[in-house]
Each structure stands twice: as structure tokens, then as C-alpha cells.
């Protein structure tokens, strides 16, 4: 339920207050579609309430490495088929319903099960059964090894969540989390306050309240920073108005690494993109250091593959096909387009994308291939066209998920891309729990991908975040998209 204004300023003020250093406003360019990540993909959504207000099995801190959470320990079996957590004690959700081994099993079952929307499903597949011998034990039997499950329990997707809230959590969440939901005003904010009653005693918090603020246009961003009408965003997507904040006293820039895979989705079931030649004419017509110079300003490493350099295995793939455009040409007449041919990219309205579009537009005319723009408004028309009925040839999106280079085993994904070798290493890795044969493979998968161009892979973004040089606590890097706030807090 959304709180009447006058209630919102008595707890919160109606501009960012310093006064009692206990209260931040955050500015996010893009506003979630609800509040529920166990229900919806954006990521929008786990950045507002991943570790703000909902906890999970386990989590990923700030350097990418699994936590324990509302499980304080875990065993793995021998053989990979059973995992036992034993859980937190007295832990509570915010309206007092209490978390133990049954909830975490309805959480899991609700994930996994037949009617679910969990936009990641498939973490939950190789789970068997959910066994609870008592209320601080949980064990899931497995069907088959899961190499990466724990990596995946740790995600917005795997959240806990109560019987009796999680219909409604997509509106007003509930969790076990340090902050509470209090109001959100569609269009304009969210509010969340500190939770009195949280769990973790370990955890002594910088905040009483935060306001999430959504601003979409970059010079309001801006001004709203430079104003002190929002003191941080975490993710600025504004990289051309960077160097504006240099010499304001009040700000710090702050420059940082992503998993965002800036990449051109190709329907690779679609002529001529069905042939292997054409896309890595495409490929090789390319020069990533332009793209990256003209659509994020520079703040972008280049990758060969579905990949980052961040990621365990990472191996650079950039050379498998470098730009020459010259080749490229050559590589069209080979597969029966001496004149090239002429189809429709659909980009969504992130400034990334059709700036991205245009460089790539200009450079593939010079092999002769004609490219016609068509923005596409993102979320709802991308997902239904592009994601969900696969009608376009070429896209243009950034993979904010971590380690996804599975999605192109995925059946259906929305590449339509078909390699019967490469699903058969991606099944290798969950299988093993050996993390060296992990990278091994890992890295056979990467060059598959870089030399196949099921997609044409760009950059990573930089994450580049702006705020108040007395603000401290926000994640410098994101081994995972979040905005958490535990340690967020205001220092003289």
C-alpha cells in the first residue's frame, strides 16, 4: 500500500537529510517492474531489494565470493546428489512470520515447481526432492550432479520468501532482510526503512531509511547529483557526462567492473544468419575499441565471446576473429553474398544500444551489408518480440547475469542457436565440482562461442558510479547487479 505523502515526509523528508547522517537517496535510471525477483527478470529488481530486503540460502559479496546467509552451513555428498544447510536460528520475516527449514522448502518448491515464473527456473531442475528433518535442517536431493547450484542459490532469483506474503511481494515485499519496504510511489521512488528487528546482530547499520529515486533522462541524473536532490547512483549510465562531476567537491566518480555483456543477439534460425560465414563476416567487420569509444565513452574492456575477465576461466578470445574488413568481405562472397543483404536490428531504447547500432551500421556498409535501426521500447516490447516470440533478425541488449555463458545450451533461448558440443560441455561443468576442470572447459566453451558468433559479443561496461564523497559503503565493483545498502553510511 502506498503511504500518503504527508506520512512519507514525516519518516523520510522531502529532500535528502544529511542532518542526522542516517538517511541516503539513491538514483536509478530505470524503475523495476514489481519488487518480487523470484517472479521477474529485470534487473532493476534485484537492485532495489537483493540483500535490502530479501536474504537468501546463501549470497555473493562484493568481491563475488559465496557468503553464508539464512543457511549458517552447508555439506555437499561425495557424489554431488545431497546437499544439507543448516539454517540460522530465530530469524523472522518482516511482519513476524518466523523462517525456518519448512519455508525454505516451500521457497524452493515454489521456484521449482510446475506453475512457477521464477525467471530462472532452470536453477532448480536438477533438484530431485526437498527433505526437512528438522526446522534448522534442510537437504536437497539432487538428480543429477549441479556444479554451480550453490553459485545459483545465491541469486536475487533463489530469495526466501513466506508462505504467506509471497503472493504479494511483487507490490509490497516482504523478506528477512535488514530493510524493510515501506511505500512505493510508481513513476517517482521507493522507500524502504531500516528493519529494528533484524536477524544478524552482527550487522550494525549506517541507515535508518533509503529512498530509491527513479530519473531516466542523464542531464536530470545530473543535476539531481550535482543538486544534492540524490546523493549516489551506484550505476551512473550516463558515461558521456562523466568528466562533468570532475572538480565538484561535493561528488566522487567512482570507476569499477560489471558482468555487462554489451552483445548483438542474433536469430541464427533466420537466413542468412543460418550460415556460419555470414556471422563471422559480421564479426570481423567490427572494431570493438570504436564501438566502445562511441557508445560508452571509452569505459568498456572488449570480449571475444559470452565472457568477462572477471570470470573464473576467462581466456581472451578477441583475436579468434579481429576486425578486417577486407576479410569479412571475402567471407560473404564465400557464403553467397558477393553483394551483401540488407536486414533489421531491434534496439532497445538504452543509450548504449543505438548508439552501439549506429557505429556497427556504418561499419558493416563497408562490406557492403545494409543495416536498418528499429528502437524498440525495453522492457515490455523487447521481451515480447525479441526475448519471448523471437521475431527480429538482429538485437542489441546487455547480459547482466553472471557466468550465463550457459544460456546458449538453453532451449528455446532466443539466439535459436543449436551446438550439440558445446550443450555437452556446459552439462561437463555441472557435473564436475572440480573447479580447475571447470575453467578448462569453460574455456573450450568460450572458444566455441567466439569462433561459431552464435552472437556478435561487444564489450563489458564499466560500472561507474557517482556520489557523495561522504557517502561510504556502496560497492565499487558488481560480480552481481545490486545496489546493496548493509554497509552504506555517512562519514564527516
Do not use: C
Not at 521456484?111 to 527456473?121: F, T, V
Not at 518480440?385 to 550465463?404: L, S
Request: aromatic share 10%; glycine share 6%; hydrophobic share 45%.
Amino acid at each position: 500500500m502506498l503511504l500518503a505523502g504527508s506520512v512519507v515526509f514525516s519518516i523520510f523528508g522531502s529532500a535528502p537529510s544529511h542532518a542526522a547522517n542516517t538517511q541516503v537517496t539513491i538514483g536509478m535510471a530505470i524503475e523495476p517492474t514489481g519488487l518480487d525477483p523470484t517472479a521477474a527478470a529485470p534487473v532493476a529488481i534485484g537492485q532495489v531489494t537483493w540483500q535490502n530486503i530479501f536474504e537468501g540460502l546463501v549470497a555473493i559479496d562484493q568481491n563475488g565470493k559465496i557468503i553464508p546467509q539464512l543457511a549458517k552451513s552447508w555439506t555437499i555428498s561425495a557424489d554431488g546428489l545431497t546437499y544439507t544447510f543448516h539454517l540460522q536460528d530465530g530469524v523472522k520475516f518482516h511482519d513476524g512470520e518466523a523462517f525456518d527449514a519448512s519455508v525454505a522448502k516451500f521457497s524452493l518448491e515454489r521456484a521449482r515447481g510446475a506453475d512457477s515464473i521464477n525467471p530462472q527456473k532452470r536453477f532448480f531442475a536438477s533438484i530431485d526432492h526437498i527433505e526437512t528433518p528438522d526446522s534448522n535442517t534442510l537437504v536437497l536431493k539432487l538428480k543429477q550432479p549441479t556444479g554451480s547450484l550453490i553459485y545459483w542459490l545465491a541469486w536475487p532469483a533463489s530469495v526466501m520468501v513466506a508462505p504467506k506474503s509471497a503472493a504479494d511481494n511483487k507490490i509490497t515485499p516482504i523478506g528477512t532482510g535488514p530493510f524493510k519496504f515501506v511505500s512505493w510511489a510508481k513513476g517517482d521512488r521507493v522507500q524502504l526503512k531500516a528493519n529494528p528487528d533484524y536477524w544478524n546482530t552482527s550487522v550494525n547499520l549506517g541507515l535508518t531509511g533509503a529512498t530509491f529515486r527513479f530519473i531516466s533522462d542523464p542531464q536530470a541524473e545530473a543535476a539531481a547529483l550535482k543538486s544534492g536532490d540524490v546523493d549516489a547512483f551506484a550505476e551512473f549510465l550516463a558515461p558521456e557526462l562523466m568528466e562533468s562531476f570532475k572538480g565538484d567537491d561535493k561528488l566522487i566518480t567512482v570507476i569499477g567492473n560489471t558482468e555487462l555483456k554489451v552483445v548483438a543477439g542474433i536469430n541464427n534460425a533466420r537466413k542468412p544468419f543460418n550460415e556460419k560465414r555470414v556471422r563471422q563476416a559480421l564479426m570481423m567487420a567490427i572494431d570493438r575499441k570504436t564501438v566502445i569509444d562511441g557508445a560508452w565513452s571509452g569505459y568498456g574492456t572488449a570480449i571475444g565471446s559470452h565472457y568477462t575477465p572477471n570470470d573464473p576461466g576467462y581466456i581472451d578470445t578477441t583475436n579468434v576473429l579481429p576486425y578486417d574488413p577486407p576479410k569479412a568481405k571475402a567471407l560473404l562472397a564465400e557464403a553467397g553474398y558477393p553483394n551483401g543483404f540488407s536486414f533489421t536490428i531491434k534496439t532497445p531504447q538504452m543509450a548504449y544500444a543505438p548508439r552501439s547500432a549506429e557505429i556497427m551500421q556504418a561499419m558493416f556498409a563497408e562490406i557492403g551489408v545494409t543495416m536498418t535501426i528499429q528502437p524498440t521500447e525495453f522492457p515490455a516490447k523487447w521481451v515480447a518480440d525479441v526475448f519471448k516470440a523471437t521475431d527480429y533478425d538482429m538485437t542489441i541488449v546487455a547480459h547482466a547475469e553472471p557466468m550465463d555463458i550457459d544460456i546458449y545450451a538453453r532451449d528455446p533461448y532466443y539466439f535459436n542457436y543449436k551446438n550439440p558440443a558445446f550443450d555437452e560441455i556446459m552439462k561437463t561443468i555441472q557435473a564436475t565440482s572440480d573447479l580447475a576442470a571447470q575453467n578448462q572447459l569453460y574455456g573450450q566453451a568460450q572458444t566455441i562461442l567466439a569462433e561459431d558468433v552464435p552472437a556478435l559479443p561487444l564489450f563489458v561496461m564499466a560500472k561507474l558510479g557517482v556520489w557523495n564523497k561522504k557517502l561510504k559503503g556502496l560497492w565499487t565493483n558488481e560480480p552481481i547487479p545490486s545496489i546493496v545498502l548493509t554497509d552504506v553510511r555517512w562519514q564527516d
